[in-house]
């Protein structure tokens, strides 16, 4: 793995972690084009500048986070499912993991919804400061419906933008909710993922593996507020479309490779 590999994949994380497209299926086409997804370090690359994007939300929110305690136990309560029914089901998200197909699958299934989300929601209005007006009952059915992303490919931002247009959320607060219950999650998910790494025999880093780290949490964080700001704007005047016509069109691609035999050795678990 070199540099322009790094700088590409940090790319694709910044541009598809907070939209609702699925970044796993994303950096398995990417890392499989590039010849470098058998790589034990890219396995550790793509969970670690996850940071990066975790910080874009922080410091591209970084008011909403002082708004008070009840900020937080909202995000805690909606992070709790993700936690329980993470331990409770290791074992079939371990086989789901082993399964590329499913990742195409999940993403034709998850796009296939979207192309009908507008149609559903259109009648929801914009509130302002509707974060506000977000209950422990709402962030809770919100966390339900993070425990879909469990399956690779479902994508966890869309998974909870589509759990708070159920709770009745505009589709703007809806996706602002899923970008704060992207911290505690990813931030969660990516401490396991690394303390599984270090406890496999990994975590020691040459210098140029240090500077590859440091280059995809940058580049990472840069792309992902930029396409954070470009999605909220979008949203707001196209709807959700869009993102099921390119679920369906990327998922048809990860079957169509993985039926062509291009993924063998790849392991979803690293994505």
């Known amino acids: 793995m070199n540099l322009l590999h790094a700088i590409i994949l940090a790319i694709i994380e910044g541009l598809t972690e907070f939209l609702p497209v699925s970044s796993t299926g994303h950096m398995i086409i990417g890392s499989t084009v590039m010849g470098i997804a058998a790589q034990p370090f890219v ?12 910080l874009s939300v922080v410091v591209l929110y970084w008011r909403r986070f002082f708004q008070g305690i009840d900020f937080y ?21 371990d086989q789901l993991l082993e399964n590329i197909a499913v990742v195409g699958l999940a993403l034709v299934a998850g796009g296939i919804v979207f192309l009908f989300l507008d149609d559903l929601f259109k009648q929801r209005s914009e509130k ?27 994508s966890r931002s869309a998974a909870t933008i589509i759990g708070g247009l159920t709770q009745h959320l505009s589709p703007k607060t809806a996706a602002e909710f899923s970008f704060f219950l992207a911290v505690p999650t990813m931030f969660g998910a990516t401490c396991k993922s690394l303390w599984d790494y270090a406890q496999e025999g990994g975590m020691l880093f040459s210098s140029h593996d240090l500077i590859l780290l440091a280059v995809g949490n940058v580049v990472g964080f840069i792309v992902a507020i930029l396409a954070i ?17 390119y679920r369906i069109i990327v998922g048809m691609i990860i079957l169509i490779l993985w039926g062509m035999g291009y993924f063998k050795g790849v392991d979803v678990g690293a994505f």
């Not at 396995?43 to 975790?54: D, E, L, P, R």
């Not at 700001?229 to 016509?245: C, D, E, S």
């Open 73 to 93: 136990k909202k995000l805690f309560v909606a992070f709790l499912p993700a936690v329980f029914f993470g331990l409770l089901l290791k074992k079939v998200i």
């Open 128 to 154: 302002e400061d509707g974060l506000h007006d977000v209950t422990l009952a709402q962030s809770l059915k919100i966390g339900l419906f993070q425990v879909l992303a469990m399956v690779p490919g479902v």
């Open 229 to 245: 700001k470009a999605f909220v704007q979008y949203l707001t005047r196209h709807g959700f479309r869009v993102f099921g016509y």
């Open 43 to 54: 396995k550790v690359f793509t969970v670690a500048i996850q940071f990066g994007a975790i």
